[in-house]
Every structure is written in structure tokens, then in C-alpha cells.
T-cell receptor, first 108, second 114 residues
Framework: KNEVEQSPQNLTAQEGEFITINCSYSVGISALHWLQQHPGGGIVSLFMLSSGKKKHGRLIATINIQEKHSSLHITASHPRDSAVYIC??????????FGKGTKLSVKP | GAGVSQSPSNKVTEKGKDVELRCDPISGHTALYWYRQRLGQGLEFLIYFQGNSAPDKSGLPSDRFSAERTGESVSTLTIQRTQQEDSAVYLCASLPQGAAGELFFGEGSRLTVL
């Protein structure tokens, strides 16, 4: 079993829809990162979480440390949100472990 | 610099040649990671440096791969006797000390082995 599991693997949505991407992990962590990679593009950090909730524009990220679960929400989705979203956890002992990513496609 | 800098951005080499990839992390970032991303695939961990601690080399796929980092500065990833399956984008990321920092990635070095 992977130490970081993301779901869904692929997601297609219509413009304007509310989107949720989930990340579950099985190791002790000091932080969790949500990253975005557009097709052919670099990897950009969206959020770093160690507890609670963060919001940036239409993006919201939450983490439940007890349940070892995080969610990334996109409100009022737009075609430019189409990208791969990656969850990464920083282990308490230091290394980063990545999920396999969620490929999001938002149709106009 | 303002971000993580990697060079070269593109490298085409012949099978059997050695290549060296460079990563210049954000100043003050003690943690440095190398990952590999094959076309259409996820991120594959290679090696992790944390300050002056011994690096975590558990992700290096073979003894043809090695990496060095001097203190908390530049890191080089060396691939000896390159093979076609080494073709990928090699990504470097850095983090500041402690858990509270944002993760920054370089743009990657695209390696093509002919």
C-alpha cells in the first residue's frame, strides 16, 4: 500500500463546479503540501499545511491530523484549473513522499 | 536567487556518456530533494539532503547515479554511462529548515538519452 494515496486519479468537471481532491497518508508527518503541475509545466506549491485550513482565492485546503487526511477544494472551477494536483507529505523524519497525483480537466 | 535554479534545462546525450545536472536551491534552504519524472508519470524520489546530515540515497535506481551537495548550497546529480531509460525530467526541490516552510521546485532538467 502506498504511504500517500490520492483520489480520484482522474477527474472531469464542468466549468463552475465545486471540486474536491482527497489525500490520505499512513505515516507520521510534520507538514503536508499541495502542488499543481500544468501540462508541460513546472511544479508550483499551492499550500503547506500542518493543521487546520488555508484559503487562497478559489482554493481551500484542509487537513485532519487525527484522521491523516487532507482535502483540496476548488470553488467555481475554471478551465485554467486543469492540471495535475499532487499531495506530498513531509515525514517527521524528513523525507517527502508524493501521491501519484490527480489529473483534473475542467470543461468550458 | 529568487527561486530554485536548475541547469541545464535541456540535455541530449548519447547512450554511455556521463551527465551532470546542477541544482542551486533557495538561499538558506537546508533541505534539498532530487526527483525524476518520466513522461506522463509521477514523481520518483532519488535522493534527499538535510543540512550536514548523511543524505538519504534510498531512491537512487542504480550505482550509476550519485549526488553531492556542499553544505547547504549547490547540489549536483551525476549519471554515469547513461541509458535510454534514464531519459526523464530531473527535478530539484528545496525547503527551509523546520516543517513550516513552503516547498519550491526548480523548472527541471530534461534529459534525453539517444
Amino acid at each position: 500500500k502506498n504511504e500517500v494515496e490520492q483520489s480520484p486519479q482522474n477527474l472531469t468537471a464542468q466549468e463552475g463546479e465545486f471540486i474536491t481532491i482527497n489525500c490520505s497518508y499512513s505515516v507520521g508527518i510534520s507538514a503536508l503540501h499541495w502542488l499543481q503541475q500544468h501540462p508541460g509545466g513546472g511544479i508550483v506549491s499551492l499550500f503547506m499545511l500542518s493543521s487546520g485550513k488555508k484559503k487562497h482565492g478559489r482554493l481551500i485546503a484542509t487537513i485532519n491530523i487525527q484522521e491523516k487526511h487532507s482535502s483540496l477544494h476548488i470553488t467555481a472551477s475554471h478551465p485554467r484549473d486543469s492540471a495535475v494536483y499532487i499531495c506530498a507529505v513531509k515525514r517527521s523524519q524528513g523525507n517527502l513522499i508524493f501521491g501519484k497525483g490527480t489529473k483534473l480537466s475542467v470543461k468550458p | 536567487g529568487a527561486g530554485v535554479s536548475q541547469s541545464p534545462s535541456n540535455k541530449v546525450t548519447e547512450k554511455g556518456k556521463d551527465v551532470e545536472l546542477r541544482c542551486d536551491p533557495i538561499s538558506g534552504h537546508t533541505a534539498l530533494y532530487w526527483y525524476r519524472q518520466r513522461l506522463g508519470q509521477g514523481l520518483e524520489f532519488l535522493i534527499y539532503f538535510q543540512g550536514n546530515s548523511a543524505p538519504d540515497k534510498s531512491g537512487l535506481p542504480s550505482d550509476r547515479f550519485s549526488a553531492e551537495r556542499t553544505g547547504e548550497s549547490v547540489s549536483t546529480l551525476t549519471i554515469q554511462r547513461t541509458q535510454q531509460e534514464d531519459s526523464a525530467v530531473y527535478l530539484c526541490a528545496s525547503l527551509p529548515q523546520g516543517a513550516a516552510g513552503e516547498l519550491f521546485f526548480g523548472e527541471g532538467s530534461r534529459l534525453t538519452v539517444l
